[in-house]
């Protein structure tokens, strides 16, 4: 997919191409959207314990950041982690991306 180099980088297709760029976050494109559909959005940073998690590792560096969304729908706030939808897995071991010579145990998102 190709992007409009003249586009604003705070429309969902600037934000689109942001990601595409490694320059933006699924998390703020979801915000974005949230508050053109009226549904108060807000971005939370933190750990999480996913891929390359054991059990007793202590979160030393930021190799476990993380950040997800919560909304607040229907009088409660939900929690929505939009990058763990967007990877994709191959026969259990992450598929590299295309030209992508990142460590085989890092997330990528395609």
């Known amino acids: 997919m190709s992007f409009d180099e ?3 980088g705070d429309t969902p297709m600037g934000l689109l191409r942001g990601i595409k760029n490694g320059t933006e976050s699924y998390h703020v494109l979801f915000k974005r959207l949230c508050s053109y559909a009226g549904l108060h959005c807000v971005v939370i940073k933190g750990y999480s314990k ?8 202590i979160f030393e560096d930021n190799r476990f950041r993380n950040s997800w969304n919560a ?3 229907a009088g409660a706030w939900r929690f929505v982690q939009c990058n763990w939808g967007a990877r994709h897995l191959v026969n259990a071991k992450e598929a590299p991306k295309a030209g992508n010579k990142a460590k085989s145990d890092s997330l990528r998102l395609v």
């Open 6 to 8: 003249n586009l604003r």
């Open 71 to 73: 909304v607040y729908v």
């Open 50 to 57: 996913s891929a390359g998690y054991q059990p007793g590792v």
